[in-house]
């Protein structure tokens, strides 16, 4: 990131709808219909875990993490994450993830799932679950669930469903 002045500040509640139009432009209406939606339609995302990066005032990314179960145990899905198109291949979307998942350790989370690309995702530590082990709402690839230990072991013995913490449901 030498060519920008890149910031990645904690998503603020005033972000929201910048965010929204980003996701617009960058997933389009299809978006809606992914088994993470899904989750997402019943928990609202952790605002001191989600963070944009900006370029001066300018909004060029955005990462969410919001809590979830695998079973009956406690984790988090990150995502969506989204660079504008002008800004990718700089290390943005890197960033924002390095963020989030550190943040996430500090405050004593151990686990955080997401369905997307291992060859890009494992570049910061993801890796595909075993196939059966975790069942997403809906359709998913089972190719595309990807898991981070933020503590080593977090995912031994871990399986089952994937939905809302419901302790964390929207009122």
């Not at 998503?11 to 993470?36: K, M, Y």
């Not at 995302?45 to 979830?68: C, D, K, N, Y």
């Not at 291949?89 to 350790?105: C, I």
């Not at 890009?120 to 990807?146: C, E, H, I, N, Q």
Request: net charge positive.
């Amino acid at each position: 990131m030498n060519d920008l002045s890149l910031t990645i500040l904690p998503e603020a509640a005033g972000d929201a709808q910048a965010i929204e139009r980003l996701h617009e432009r960058t997933f389009g209406p299809g978006r809606f219909v992914l088994s993470a939606y899904r989750i997402r339609e019943h928990v609202d995302h952790l605002l001191e875990l989600s963070f944009t990066a900006r370029i001066g005032t300018l909004l060029v990314g955005s990462v969410r993490q919001l809590p979830i179960l695998i079973g009956e145990t406690r984790a988090l899905l990150l995502g969506p994450l989204t660079v504008e198109p002008p800004f990718r291949g700089r290390g943005v979307g890197r960033l924002l993830m390095e963020r989030a998942l550190k943040d996430a350790k500090e405050k004593g989370h151990a686990l955080v799932l997401l369905v997307g690309d291992e060859p890009y995702y494992s570049r910061v530590g993801f890796k595909l679950v075993p196939k059966g082990r975790v069942t997403m709402p809906g359709p998913v690839d089972a190719g595309r669930v990807l898991v981070f230990e933020l503590v080593d072991g977090a995912f031994e013995g871990v399986s089952g469903s994937v939905g809302p913490d419901w302790s964390k449901a929207r009122g």
